[in-house]
């Protein structure tokens, strides 16, 4: 044992029958919940901060991607001298006409619904594809392509209505010939 330790041990009865006040380990505790609480509150805060900033970056990404899409959309238009929104919403209306005409026969004859229906959808999705590739690469082939894509459509629909409208006069013949 060196002479620090022998001395502690011999004085250590003077040492121990020092205590500290009761108030004083109050004190130090107390003052420790509340460092904890102020910490606490604190990170809390720094957690909430940094969920809000990610949340306004992610919303500022976004809401520049969608300008800078109508921008290149409206460069597009710009420069094809084709005002592309126009010739999408004439498509689109006789689209929605022969559409609203089908659903008329849709009632009378419900299998026919389905295959047009896959068969809109497939070039829909097509046409988004080809949407997006113009945004990317603007080319006056996919414009051709959006086009050609909207007039196939219509072609089906056409197609369909006539199918149906054979269907029912047929049915009325025979209704006809029936009823003799």
Not at 97 to 108: S, Y
Not at 117 to 134: A, G, P, V, W
Not at 142 to 154: C, F, G
Request: hydrophobic share 40%; aromatic share 8%.
């Amino acid at each position: 044992m060196d002479k620090l330790e022998k001395f502690i041990s011999e004085q250590r009865s003077s040492f121990d029958d020092l205590n500290p006040p009761d108030s004083l380990w109050h004190k130090i505790n107390d003052q420790l919940e509340s460092e904890g609480k102020e910490v606490f509150i604190f990170r809390h805060l720094w957690k909430v901060a940094a969920i809000f900033l990610f949340a306004v970056v992610v919303w500022l990404l976004v809401d520049r991607q969608q300008q800078q899409e109508q921008m290149n959309l409206s460069q597009i238009e710009a420069t094809q001298g084709i005002d592309l929104s126009e010739v999408e919403n004439y498509y689109v209306k006789l689209i929605e006409n022969k559409q609203q005409e089908i659903r008329h026969f849709v009632g009378v004859y419900p299998e026919a619904d389905e295959q047009l229906n896959e068969d809109i959808n497939k070039l829909d999705s097509s046409y988004q594809e080809l949407k997006r590739k113009l945004l990317q690469q603007p080319n006056e082939k996919i414009i051709d392509a959006m086009v050609i894509n909207l007039q196939t459509r219509i072609e089906i629909l056409n197609q369909q209505l006539g199918i149906l409208e054979r269907v029912k006069q047929l049915k009325e013949q025979s209704d006809e010939t029936s009823n003799i």
